[in-house]
């Protein structure tokens, strides 16, 4: 991305804030055990604004008749440049950025009283960290004690998130550009991953055939832990040891993207170990996978978030009846919420710089309205563990469908399309690969 499209989120910011001090700092480096760190994430607010991503750098906007765009960064360093890589410095950075001023970081305290002085406001990520928490208070306090020289104080400081969620829940081109070709590649990972699985493999050594695809592409990391979860590790939902041995008749299901130029792809597909599905897991990859269908041809502009769950659930709870899951009638069973048994989570979230990605749900207690632009997962799933009310066929099935998709303004675009899951695709591609 150019920087003129983060110097345009900036503007926008400052519009909305209309006269205080925002301040946004980037994530700080973690340490993973002696000498060494945890591969380094920026903090994706502080990345949406600026497209900088090295650690210890703050992003300050003062809104006003005289906006100003500041950055705080690491100077420069050639020594450390040796050890760990170039470092901008504050000069380079400015002039990279697009920035109006750029200083070290290490003079951010002794400037930030000045910067919020007269100021009606402060406007940063509230709670997200205690340290920041503690030194805004301490830079306001700080220009308190300076009202008996005519100094103001901010009266109030505000969640600067609120103002940037809505921002970032709607994708420009260059975004929607981006979050294609990670959806491209993180399709090619599941096929490859099909074409890989045979009974007998270890589930790491799946995780390892999407991680391969991930980085040869340039996805350098994946977006989460991924999900690699063989037979009954399939009915937990969040399931990431990925070391059982893969058996035939069971199915697999992979919850897994990459994460490409900061944005991420969200895939999850189910198919069988031995290639070929049984009746009895055929008959509920269908129902879960008409219930895809339905949610997805839910989700248009102007429709409710909330519709493409409802529609989903409504085909999974008649489907649940015809299996003899549940019983009595579809309005029964969803009022009486008996499908949470083997459906116990919502059929989607955002999905942007973070896998659950900002953006409200709901507004005054009303679901949020669509609108073209935003980006959102659609994967109902089915999940039947052990139990007297079951058939034993249904015994550890497990499946979840999921894909990315975008609101358009005339209705929706699967980015994740090219990921199979049409059970003849999926038995070809293996049958083909075997």
Not at 330 to 348: E, I, L
Request: aromatic share 8%.
């Amino acid at each position: 991305m150019t920087k003129s499209i983060f110097a345009r989120r900036r503007a926008q910011l400052l519009r909305q804030i209309g006269s205080g001090v925002a301040l946004i700092a980037t994530a700080p480096e973690t340490a993973r055990n002696r000498d060494t760190h945890f591969p380094y994430r920026w903090d994706s607010y502080f990345y949406y604004l600026t497209g900088f991503v090295e650690p210890e750098a703050v992003l300050v906007l003062v809104a006003g008749k005289k906006p100003r765009q500041i950055l705080f960064c690491r100077d420069k360093d050639v020594t450390r440049e040796i050890w760990d890589g170039y470092r901008y410095g504050p000069a380079r950075a400015r002039q990279a950025l697009g920035m109006d001023e750029a200083h070290s970081i290490t003079k951010l305290d002794a400037l930030l009283p000045k910067l919020i002085s007269d100021q009606p406001a402060v406007y940063y990520p509230m709670g997200a960290q205690q340290v920041w928490d503690e030194r805004v208070i301490r830079w306001i306090n700080q220009v308190k004690a300076l009202v008996r020289t005519g100094v103001s104080a901010p009266g109030e400081v505000k969640d600067v998130r609120a103002l940037i969620d809505d921002m970032r829940l709607v994708k420009d081109a260059a975004e929607l550009a981006t979050m294609q070709r990670a959806a491209d590649i993180t399709a090619a990972a599941h096929a490859r991953a099909m074409r890989a699985t045979r009974p007998g493999l270890m589930e790491f050594e799946i995780e390892a055939e999407l991680l391969h695809e991930f980085v040869r592409n340039g996805a350098r990391a994946p977006a989460y832990t991924s999900i690699v979860a063989g037979g009954a590790n399939a009915c937990v939902l969040h399931y990431v040891d990925n070391n059982a041995k893969l058996k035939g008749g069971d199915l697999l299901l992979i919850d897994a993207g990459c994460e490409l130029d900061s944005y991420a792809a969200d895939i999850t597909r189910t198919f069988p170990v031995s290639g070929v599905f049984s009746a009895a897991q055929r008959d509920v990859y269908e129902l879960v996978l008409d219930a895809q269908r339905a949610a997805i041809g839910a989700v248009k502009p102007g429709a409710r978030f909330d519709a493409y769950h409802e529609a989903a659930l409504r085909v999974l709870a008649r489907g649940f009846i015809d299996l003899k899951l549940c019983k009595g009638s579809v309005d029964a069973v969803v009022d009486s919420k008996k499908y949470q048994q083997f459906y116990m989570h919502r059929t989607g979230h955002w999905l942007g710089l973070d896998v659950h990605d900002a953006g409200d749900y709901a507004r005054n207690g009303k679901s949020r309205m669509l609108e073209p632009g935003m980006v959102l997962t659609v994967e109902p799933g089915c999940y039947i563990r052990p139990a007297k009310n079951v058939p034993k066929a249904l015994w550890n099935i497990g499946i979840r469908i999921e894909d990315d998709v975008v609101v358009t303004k005339s209705g929706r675009h699967i980015l994740t399309a090219a990921a199979p899951k049409q059970v003849r695709e999926i038995e070809a591609l293996m049958s083909s690969a075997a």
